[in-house]
């Protein structure tokens, strides 16, 4: 069974940083893409980032380039979401999925972890 | 950037279709997603690639994609399928993978 659990989320001051984590588990990690989508409270879903199965492609949506970095472990078969410069518009929950680089869906989602920002 | 535009409510009654809109300008030449996000639940998966669905998924969930709409139809809605469902493309001229702003079925 796939398994995907997010850990990090928490509150942050604007300007401030944090690191959000997936664990997965229930596939082969190190042959699957995998991505961060994010809802605010209310909202619709947002696509965050896209990180391919080597690490070796990486896309950011415009509202986070520059400020967020996706990156991946294959070993320990983790995918990792460093958030700096945060804003109050960063308040979501944050949700990793795993994502077909073919054709670019999102087959398989973890829970989410909740990102607060606010002084 | 690419926009998808997707009403923002539907309601059917049990027993009916319930058809979802996406709309893009030419959609037609995409592959277009669509998910099932139950309130509190993490999305779901339910058609890939205009049609096809997911193992588990039940064959009322159908999906066609032509021209500037993508629709995604439920036959026999039954009371659990009351969500909000979204589609999603991948705009490759940007790299970038757009949501529509997503519709919410009630069953009446």
């Known amino acids: 069974e796939v398994q995907l659990l997010e850990s990090g989320g928490g509150l942050a001051q604007p300007g401030g940083s944090l690191r959000l984590f997936c664990a997965a588990s229930g596939f082969t990690f190190s042959n699957s893409a995998m991505s961060w989508v994010r809802q605010a409270p209310g909202k619709g879903l947002e696509w965050v980032s896209s990180i391919s199965d080597d690490g070796g492609k990486i896309d950011y949506a415009d509202s986070v380039k520059g400020r967020f970095t996706i990156s991946r472990d294959n070993f320990r078969n983790t995918l990792s979401l460093q958030m700096n410069s945060l804003r109050g518009d960063d308040t979501a929950l944050y949700y990793c999925?795993?994502?077909?680089?073919?054709?670019?869906?999102?087959?398989?989602w973890g829970q989410g972890s909740l990102v607060t920002v606010s002084s | 950037s690419y926009v998808l535009t997707q009403p923002p409510s539907l309601s059917v009654a049990p027993g009916k279709t319930a058809s979802f809109t996406c709309g893009g300008n030419?959609?037609?030449?995409?592959?277009v997603h669509w998910y099932q996000q139950k309130a509190g639940q993490a999305p779901v998966l339910v058609v890939y690639?205009?049609?096809d669905r997911p193992s588990g998924i039940p064959e009322r969930f159908s999906g066609s994609n032509s021209g500037n709409m993508a629709t995604l139809t439920i036959s026999r809605v039954e009371a659990g399928d009351e969500a909000d469902y979204y589609c999603q493309v991948w705009d490759r001229s940007s790299d970038h993978q757009v949501f529509g702003g997503g519709t919410k079925l009630t069953v009446l």
């Open positions: 690639d205009d049609r």
């Open positions: 999925a795993s994502f077909d680089w073919w054709s670019g869906y999102f087959d398989y």
């Open positions: 030419n959609i037609g030449s995409r592959n």
